[in-house]
């Protein structure tokens, strides 16, 4: 257990759907992130939330919206996704310059 | 070329044994960062380095700046090591590059 919850642990969606992945912690921390791990591909960055503010857009894109009500809790909302977003995402926090705690993250399925 | 390589790409060992992971990156960081990723893919955090040396357990990361070369030594090894293990660096221009990992499987 890292003190970092993502919800859900899995989820299958079609291409015409909405549907949003949470992330919450409480260990105090000031930035929060969201990866994307392909099958057979390094984890990359999407977006990067510091006390709030995004400082961090990988060219995501903007079928993947990133919210941050407060340091606490971190979303990404999904909508019109293709199957090749399918993958395992992944939610972190830190404080800014320290070591990153990683969620248990979401296995999301787009058929 | 990868501005993060790892080696081996796949890893074998026996119970008991000495494993090294080695990384290698390319570009000016301020830190690096050892994680193990279990299958279901819950990810932890092993060590973040900027120089030195640290050790947890039986796990001992080793980092040379000048070299631009990192080591994750586990002594010991046991099948629960069995993960992947993954390179991470922040490099100077504040972004963050993962390598492509490692597969590790200790056999009993």
Not at chain 1, 39 to 65: D, G, H, I, W
Not at chain 2, 47 to 54: C, E, P, R, T, V
Not at chain 2, 83 to 92: G, Q
């Amino acid at each position: 257990e890292t003190g970092v919850t993502q919800t859900p642990r899995h989820l299958v969606m079609g291409m015409t759907n909405k549907k949003s992945l949470k992330c919450e912690q409480h260990l105090g921390h000031n930035a929060m992130y969201w990866y994307k791990q392909s099958a057979k591909k390094p984890l990359e960055l999407m977006f990067v939330y510091n006390f709030k503010e995004q400082t961090e857009n990988n060219s995501v894109p903007s079928r993947f919206s990133p919210e941050c009500p407060n340091s606490s809790h971190l979303f990404l909302h999904l909508h019109t996704l293709q199957p090749e977003d399918s993958a395992l995402y992944l939610c972190a926090s830190s404080p800014w310059t320290g070591e990153a705690f990683f969620g248990q993250g979401t296995r999301l399925t787009v058929v | 070329k990868n501005e993060v390589e790892q080696s081996p790409q796949n890893l074998t060992a026996q119970e008991g044994e000495f494993i090294t992971i080695n990384c290698s990156y390319s570009v000016g960081i301020s830190a690096l960062h050892w994680l193990q990723q279990h299958p279901g893919g819950g990810i932890v955090s092993l060590f973040m380095l900027s120089s030195g040396k640290k050790k947890h357990g039986r796990l001992i990361a080793t980092i040379n700046i000048q070299e631009k070369h990192s080591s994750l030594h586990i002594t010991a090894s046991h099948p629960r090591d069995s993960a992947v293990y993954i390179c991470a660096v922040r490099s100077s221009y504040d972004k963050v590059i993962f390598g492509p990992g490692t597969s590790l499987s200790v056999i009993p």
